[in-house]
C-alpha cells in the first residue's frame, strides 16, 4: 500500500495484531453499565494505522475539520426553533468493507483500478472478525468520517445524499461522529423525519430508536437544548453544558491531587470551555463555576509544567 511507508520497518520486525479486551462504561445520566469490545493493537499494527490515518488526512476530498469541534458543530443551529436529534446505532460497526472500498474510490480515483488490494487490506487490518471497524484502532474515526462522508454527505446531487436533501427542505444538518442534530425555524413533522430515517437506511445506518428527541425551544419546559456538551437556547446563546464543567472540575481536582488523568483529555475539554467564546476569552463573561473551572485549568498547567521541568 502506498500509504505503508513507514511503518514497514516495525512489520517487518514484529506480525501486526490486536488484542480485543471488554470494557465496562457507565452511563453518566442513567447510571446503567454497558459492556462493549475494544481492540488494543501492537506496536507494528498502530505505525499502520497511524500512517492510514495521515494518508486519509492529507487527501484534498478527505472531510476537512472531521469531526468538528463542538461548537462548530452546534453554531450552524443558533436561530432555530424544532430540534430533532438522534443518532447512529453501532456506528463503526455499520461500515461495511465494499462501501469502504467505493469511497475511498470516491475520495481519489487513484483507487479505481485498485479495488481487490484495497479491499484485501482493509479486511486485513481495518475490518473485525464481527464485521465492522476495529473500536480502538487508531484510524477508525477517519474510515468512518470518510464513510460517512460518502455516503451522507457528499457534495453531488443526488437523491439519496442526506446534507442536500436537507438543505432543499430547509433543515440545517450537522453531525458529530455518530451524533445527528437537524434544525428549522419550522416543525420539522413526522414526514420529514421519516424521510431522514429512509436516506439514513440507504446508506445502510441504523437509528437509534432509544436515542431520539423532538425539541421546540419555545416552549417553557425545553428552553434550552445540549449537543455535544454544548448548550443552546432559543435566542442563540452558546454555553458548556453543566455535566461537561462537573466532568471537567473532577478531572482537573485528579490531576492537582496527583492522580494519573490524560492530559489529552483535559485539554480537549478545555477547548470546549473556551469553544462558544471563540477568539474573544479576554471579554468573556464567566459563571462563578466557570471561573473556579479556569483557575483550577491553571493551577494544573502550572503543575504539569513544573513536573515536565523536572524530569530528566
Known amino acids: 500500500m502506498i500509504f505503508l511507508k513507514k511503518a514497514h520497518e516495525k512489520t517487518c520486525d514484529e506480525l501486526p495484531l490486536f488484542f480485543p479486551r471488554l470494557i465496562r462504561r ?65 456506528a463503526f460497526g455499520s461500515v461495511k468493507v465494499d462501501g469502504l472500498v467505493k469511497a475511498f474510490c470516491l475520495m481519489n480515483s487513484f483507487w479505481i483500478p485498485r479495488k481487490r488490494g484495497l479491499k484485501n487490506f482493509l479486511e486485513n487490518y481495518c475490518i473485525a472478525p464481527e464485521g465492522g471497524l476495529y473500536q480502538g484502532a487508531p484510524s477508525s474515526p477517519a474510515l468512518f468520517e470518510l464513510y460517512a462522508w460518502a455516503f451522507l454527505e457528499r457534495p453531488i446531487h443526488t437523491w439519496y445524499n442526506l446534507k442536500k436533501w436537507c438543505g432543499w427542505n430547509d433543515v440545517t444538518y450537522t453531525r458529530y461522529v455518530d451524533d445527528l442534530t437537524f434544525s428549522s425555524k419550522k416543525r420539522i413533522g413526522r414526514g420529514t ?118 524530569t530528566p
Open 26 to 90: 457507565q452511563n453518566q445520566k442513567t447510571g446503567a453499565w454497558k459492556i462493549r469490545r475494544v481492540y488494543e493493537p501492537n506496536d507494528a499494527m498502530r505505525a499502520i494505522h497511524e500512517e492510514l490515518d495521515e494518508y486519509l488526512r492529507s487527501q484534498p476530498r478527505f472531510p476537512k475539520h472531521a469531526p468538528p469541534r463542538p461548537a462548530e458543530n452546534v453554531a450552524p443551529h443558533r436561530g432555530n426553533r424544532f430540534f430533532y436529534l438522534t443518532d447512529i446505532e453501532n
Open 193 to 310: 423525519r421519516r424521510q431522514i430515517r429512509r436516506l439514513l437506511h440507504n446508506a445502510e445506518f441504523t437509528i437509534n430508536n432509544g436515542k431520539n428527541f423532538v425539541i421546540d425551544l419555545a416552549n417553557p419546559k425545553t428552553p434550552r437544548i445540549t449537543i455535544t456538551g454544548i448548550g443552546l437556547e432559543y435566542g442563540g446563546r452558546m454555553f458548556v453544558s453543566r455535566e461537561r464543567l462537573r466532568e471537567l472540575e473532577k478531572m482537573l481536582i485528579a490531576g492537582i491531587e496527583g492522580e494519573d488523568v490524560n492530559p489529552h483529555k483535559i485539554e480537549g475539554f478545555m477547548s470546549v470551555f473556551w469553544s462558544p467564546y471563540g477568539g474573544k476569552r479576554r471579554s468573556a463573561v464567566l459563571t462563578r463555576t466557570q471561573r473556579r473551572i479556569l483557575s483550577l485549568s491553571r493551577a494544573w498547567r502550572k503543575l504539569q509544567k513544573k513536573n515536565h521541568t523536572m
